[in-house]
């Protein structure tokens, strides 16, 4: 019997052990947790974290705060189909917002 895939798994855990006991303050050790918690949820819903942030970074500024949670890990591949991919696709920029979809 081998153990290889469950150290893998908690070999980031433990590299970063030493790095965030010193994250600056508490508010930037929070900040740290909820960064790691948005990456588990994008992987656990099977997406790509780096798109899905880049995807969150993109649109957040420009989302109604009443639907935040259309741009949720788990709703977030049949929003992104709602939207324009052209003016998506551009770092800046105005995106129209489609009108509210029924998530639940």
């Known amino acids: ?3 290889n895939r469950s150290d893998r798994a908690v070999k980031s855990v433990v590299l970063g052990r030493k790095a ?3 994250a600056g303050s508490d508010d930037h050790a929070q900040s740290t947790a909820v960064l790691f918690s948005i990456v588990a949820s994008a992987r656990l819903h099977r997406l ?3 798109e899905y942030l880049r995807c969150l970074i993109r649109l957040v500024p420009l989302w109604p705060q009443d639907r935040m949670i259309e741009l949720a890990p788990l709703f977030c591949e049949r929003t992104r189909a709602r939207l324009d991919p052209k003016a998506f696709a551009m770092e800046l920029g105005p995106i129209e917002i489609p009108l509210c979809a029924n998530v639940v």
């Open 1 to 3: 019997m081998e153990n």
């Open 48 to 50: 790509d974290p780096e």
């Open 20 to 22: 965030w006991l010193f």
